[in-house]
């Protein structure tokens, strides 16, 4: 059974740090790209950042400097490290894993609220 189980959503101050964490099940972690995503009320889904299967990462031009990503194949987990957050980072975190070629899968997390609000 697959399963992307986000966890480290809060409440937090503007100018606060947040770490988010994603561990994977049911497939093969190392092998897939790994990314977050997030949803602000009444926006479309967007990508925040990617990692793939050998550490080549992407950033949403909005979160460079900000977000770090990273991931530990020995413990089928994602990170997303936000410091310096704003009240625009407010949203639904989503953790995605994909992987093309001859096993293709899109799997989604259940998100993680993420508020940044004085």
């Known amino acids: 059974q697959v399963q992307l189980v986000e966890s480290g959503g809060g409440l937090v101050q503007p100018g606060g740090s947040l770490t988010l964490s994603c561990v994977a099940s049911?497939?093969?972690?190392?092998?897939?790209?790994m990314s977050w995503h997030r949803q602000a009320p009444g926006k479309e889904r967007e990508l925040v950042a990617r990692?793939?299967?050998?550490?080549?990462?992407v950033y949403a031009d909005s979160v460079k400097g900000r977000f770090t990503i990273s991931r530990d194949n020995a413990k089928n987990t994602v990170y997303l490290q936000m410091n310096s957050l704003k009240p625009e980072d407010t949203a639904v975190y989503y953790c995605?894993?994909?992987?093309?070629?001859?096993?293709?899968?899109?799997?989604w997390g259940q998100g993680t609220q993420v508020t940044v609000s004085s």
């Open positions: 995605n894993a994909v992987r093309y070629g001859s096993i293709t899968y899109n799997y």
């Open positions: 049911g497939f093969t972690f190392s092998r897939s790209a």
């Open positions: 990692i793939s299967s050998i550490g080549s990462i």
